[in-house]
Nanobody, 123 residues
Framework: QVQLVESGGGLVQAGGSLRLSCAAS????????????MGWFRQAPGKEREFVAA????????TYADSVKGRFTISRDNARSTVYLQMNDLKPEDTAVYYC????????????WGQGTQVTVSS
């Protein structure tokens, strides 16, 4: 069973920064975390969940949605089975619940979703 636990969200003013973490566990997934591409997604109220960023398992190539390119950075620590999302220069339109997941090559999610972490950016 795969478990994804997101944390690090909060309330921040526009222009501020947050660092999200996602800890992965599970009998198989936790042990083989380093071999999975991982991604971050977000869902704003009344909107569909959308892709934010992804990092592949090797050599760690990253991909970003145009809306966050240059402001967000995805990284991973395979020893800790954790993926991070550093978010800088936050904007009110970044307000959403943020989720992580293992992803396929086309950034499609592979597992059930965790509870996510709320990010609220005030203007």
């Amino acid at each position: 069973q795969v478990q994804l636990v997101e944390s690090g969200g909060g309330l921040v003013q526009a222009g501020g920064s947050l660092r999200l973490s996602c800890a992965a566990s599970g009998r198989t997934f936790g042990r083989s975390f380093s071999m999975y591409n991982m991604g971050w997604f977000r869902q704003a109220p009344g909107k569909e969940r959308e892709f934010v960023a992804a990092i592949n398992w090797s050599p760690g190539t990253t991909t970003y949605a145009d809306s966050v390119k240059g402001r967000f950075t995805i990284s991973r620590d395979n020893a800790r089975s954790t993926v991070y999302l550093q978010m800088n220069d936050l904007k009110p339109e970044d307000t959403a619940v943020y989720y992580c997941n293992a992803v396929s090559r086309d950034q499609s999610p592979l597992n059930s979703w965790g509870q996510g972490t709320q990010v609220t950016v005030s203007s």
